[in-house]
């Protein structure tokens, strides 16, 4: 039952966390989004990435690289959302669906693994925590209605949870388990590497990023 709740109830204390504390310090922001995508990255490459390889050999590779390019379409439509990358100031007066479609099913692909894999359930959730912060204070700045923006964070936070249920009670699905681990281990890779490179301004490493990256590592090591 955990491994449902954890990144259900990450996505939802994220949106508590920036809707009603307002936080503007994004500099720690971004040092959670390094923690969280070198945590991600770490736990896809121990736990994930063995397997796959494990059961299908090179030709596995094709799925993981098929990852890394259906990630780059959704970044089309969601604009980066999913490494915490949201621009623009313009007032919205309905949610944003490309927006939305995108980071949910981006989500709903990251719950596939957790059904076998209950340890990704924590990675999943150290991930989303930081990036609904970053989506409730964008959509707060930008005027979106308050039961939109709930409906947008309530669906979300369901997204990977469903996915972990399909992965595990959908025969059919369950089939090609191997094969969609390995497309979202592309997108776990694309993400990740993403939020590592790209979280401090200016692709500047300080010793605050690299600490928090090498703590992120060593999290996942002793999952």
């Known amino acids: 039952m955990m491994q449902y709740l954890i990144p259900m109830l990450a996505v939802l204390a994220g949106y508590g966390f920036a809707f009603f504390l307002r936080p503007e310090n994004k500099s720690r922001i971004k040092l959670l989004l390094s923690f969280s995508g070198s945590f991600l990255l770490s736990l896809t490459v121990m736990h994930l990435l063995p397997e796959v390889y494990e059961s299908h050999g090179k030709s596995i590779g094709l799925f993981i690289m098929g990852g890394i390019l259906f990630q780059i379409v959704l970044e089309f439509f969601s604009k980066g959302a999913e490494h915490g990358h ?3 100031h313009h007032e919205m007066r309905n949610i944003p669906w490309a927006l939305f479609i995108s980071l949910c099913l981006h989500a709903l692909l990251e719950g596939f693994p957790v059904s076998h894999h209950h340890d990704m359930a924590i990675a999943i959730a150290v991930h989303h925590f930081p990036i609904a912060i970053i989506l ?4 707060v700045s930008a005027k979106l209605n308050k039961t939109s923006i709930f409906i947008f964070m309530l ?3 369901l997204m990977t949870p469903l996915g972990t249920a399909v992965s595990q009670f959908v025969p059919q699905v369950n089939h090609y388990y191997n094969e969609i681990t ?3 281990i592309g997108i776990l890779f694309h993400i990740s590497s ?3 490179f ?3 301004e200016n692709h500047k490493f300080n010793l ?3 600490t ?3 703590l992120g590592i060593l999290s996942a090591a002793f999952l």
Do not use: R
């Open 86 to 88: 949201v621009h623009g």
């Open 194 to 196: 993403t939020i590592i």
């Open 208 to 210: 605050a990023k690299l």
């Open 136 to 139: 409730t204070i964008f959509f």
């Open 155 to 157: 669906a979300f936070a």
């Open 182 to 184: 390995a497309v979202v």
């Open 212 to 214: 928090m990256i090498a």
């Open 198 to 200: 790209e979280a401090t």
